[in-house]
């Protein structure tokens, strides 16, 4: 019972172009998510995350959308750099859960110089 | 300088066994957790420890024990090693007082179960 979705497994883009990466989710009481970079034999490095009281978040060339009616958020990343090149974990949690978070499983983003 | 840290990182083993994977943290957070990832490269929630409670997930098989001697540590012990426990597993920190704070991931122990 996958609460957190990511139907991309994979996406390219060029470099200069905007990347969206995409998430659902089916439980209404997470009221926290984040996204997470991953690089091979490394653990999640936090990104960036967005309260369920907002519907955006930006930090530099990233940008998260959050959709509570469509139980959909997404990514934005512009301009994608090659070095953006990772995988990208949405991941959600809600309050008194102590925080643990329930992940998808990951959108391997490949940035084409 | 490393914020959470595991030994070790490659762990190869024989089906039976018992081992160990140990997890430290310098950032000073009170709250740590086991995470797992599987084959179908999900993590998964097992633990989460903060100093006086621990949560453990109900689908974690009880050969699965935390130990946990101080808040900057947070080690795993797993007993009578299976073949479907290979698999990377993650430790990870947070201060659970400051919602705002991430939690912040190890790089892993990648477990081979032979």
């Known amino acids: 019972d996958q609460q957190v979705k990511q139907n991309s497994p994979s996406l390219s883009v060029q470099e200069g172009r905007i990347s969206i990466l995409n998430c659902d989710y089916t439980n209404s009481m997470f009221d926290y998510f984040l996204w997470y970079k991953k690089y091979p034999a490394e653990g999640p490095t936090f990104l960036i995350s967005?309260?369920?009281?907002?519907d955006k978040n930006e930090d530099g060339r990233f940008t998260v959308f959050l959709n509570k009616s469509a139980k959909h958020l997404s990514l934005h990343i512009v301009p994608s750099q090659p070095g953006d090149s990772a995988v990208y974990f949405c991941?959600?949690?809600?309050?008194?859960?102590?925080?643990?978070?329930?992940f998808g499983s990951g959108t391997q983003l490949t940035v084409l110089p | 300088d490393t914020a959470v840290s595991q030994t070790p990182k490659y762990l190869v083993t024989q089906m039976g066994n018992d081992k160990s994977i140990k997890c430290e943290q310098n950032?000073?957070?009170?709250?740590m957790y086991w995470y797992k990832q599987d084959s179908k490269k999900f993590l998964k929630i097992m633990f989460s420890y903060n100093n006086k409670e621990l949560i453990i997930n109900e689908t974690v098989p009880n050969r699965f024990s935390p130990k946990s001697p101080d808040k900057a540590h947070l080690n795993l012990h797993i007993n009578s090693l299976e073949l479907g426990d290979s698999a990377v597993y993650f430790c990870?920190?947070?201060?659970?007082?400051?919602?705002?704070?991430?939690?912040?991931f190890g790089d892993g122990t990648r477990l081979s179960i032979l």
């Open positions: 967005i309260s369920s009281i907002k």
């Open positions: 950032l000073g957070h009170d709250t």
């Open positions: 991941a959600a949690f809600f309050s008194g859960s102590a925080r643990q978070l329930t």
């Open positions: 990870a920190s947070s201060q659970e007082t400051d919602s705002n704070q991430p939690q912040h």
